[in-house]
């Protein structure tokens, strides 16, 4: 292992410039007090860099970050340009250009919050389904107006997916398919034939089978149940979201968007760019100090995210929160307040 790591840093839109900045702060001490270096090859990528060049990323993003050992990545979006430019420009077209079939979604309760107790991974197919873009609309502006939007699932895109989440779950734990093929008969029902397959290679595993609608009943009513879930890319999109609020905010959820083949991370928290508050340095900056201690794990430096996670928690526990859970920190004392606990 080398003993500096390059890491591409993307801020990107919105309160993304506010947390990515927190979170560099915390990975700088991580590493000073693990011994390891940290060079961050900052990127001005998004919504500004699309005013002014008329793209959202350069032509060569994808092979910078690529070539990074991993990008801490802020937000997207902004409301005065539409998603369909600056999400597909941006993070959707990096997971499939890298091929970033993995987005990995951890859920668990909040230390020092009531809510119960439970720890979930929500894994996440990250380049097809609903996601792959197909699709258009004929006759438009007349009465036939007509948009269809292809849903397109692999045999080779489900297994890599499903062969990760079950090499994810803990001894004794449970990995949940998350399907619909009820509803959904020809694609949800090559995903419960392919997960079939794949469950046959992991005799010593327990799984099941649940639609979509239970799982997110079951979420809310027991989430204690779960281990592990493996899910399509639109499902997964939106139970992450279920359980950021399981969570009581979508502050503090963080992601991997990686292949575990070729190395290649991005790193982000789920929270988006949030114009309502961006730029009053009061978002909640746990969800990219979160996704930080993950990309300090995919670069192999489990001890500093060790720490990162737990000065976190010790954060929470005492009872130090932003506006979205319920406190009055701003985004820089929540830094303040992490790095504290570093120490
Ligand atoms: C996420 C986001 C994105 C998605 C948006 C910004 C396109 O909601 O990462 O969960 O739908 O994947
Ligand atoms: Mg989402």
Redesign the pocket.
């Known amino acids: 292992m080398s003993d500096t790591h390059r890491i591409c840093v993307v801020p990107g839109d919105g309160v993304g410039a506010e947390v990515v900045p927190q979170a560099l702060r915390v990975l700088r001490a991580a590493a000073a007090a693990c011994g390891f270096g940290l060079e961050f090859d900052h990127r001005p990528w998004g919504s500004a860099y699309y005013r002014e060049h008329g793209r959202m990323m350069p032509a060569d993003a994808a092979a910078v970050v690529a070539d990074a050992e991993a990008t801490l990545f802020g ?3 902004t409301p005065e340009v539409p ?1 369909s430019i ?3 420009g941006l ?2 077209s990096l ?1 499939q250009q890298l091929e970033l079939y993995l ?1 990995l ?1 951890p859920v668990r309760a909040v230390p020092g919050t009531p809510g119960g107790d439970f720890a979930m991974l929500i894994v ?1 197919e ?1 380049t097809e389904g609903e ?1 792959v873009g197909t699709g258009g609309r004929l006759y438009a502006g007349t009465a036939a107006e007509t948009a269809t939007h292809t849903s397109v699932f692999t045999r080779r895109g489900i297994e890599r997916a499903v062969e990760y989440a079950f090499r994810a779950v803990p001894e004794g734990g449970l990995l949940t398919s998350v399907t619909k093929s009820n509803a959904l008969p020809v694609t949800m029902g090559l995903w419960d034939e392919v997960t079939a397959e794949v469950a046959a290679r992991h005799p010593g595993t327990g799984w099941e089978r649940m639609h979509v609608d239970a799982v997110a009943y079951q979420m809310v009513r027991a989430p204690g149940r779960f281990d592990v879930l493996v899910a399509s ?2 499902f ?2 939106i139970l ?2 279920l359980g950021a609020g399981l969570q009581g905010t979508l502050g503090l959820a963080a ?1 991997g ?1 990686v292949n575990p083949q070729t190395g290649v991370g991005i790193f ?1 928290p ?1 929270h ?1 760019s949030a114009p309502d508050i961006a730029g009053r340095g009061v978002a909640n900056p746990l969800g990219a100090i979160n996704s930080a201690a993950m990309l300090l794990d995919h670069i192999g430096r489990t001890e500093a995210a060790e720490l990162v996670r737990a000065a976190v928690d010790a954060t929470l526990s005492s009872g130090i929160t932003p506006a979205d859970l319920g406190g009055n920190r701003s985004t820089q004392e929540m830094g303040d307040a992490v790095l504290e606990r570093m120490a």
Request: aromatic share 8%.
């Open positions: 937000a997207v979006g998603d600056t999400a597909w993070i959707l997971r987005n979604r996440r990250n996601y890319n639109l997964g999109d992450s979201d992601s968007n982000e789920i988006g």
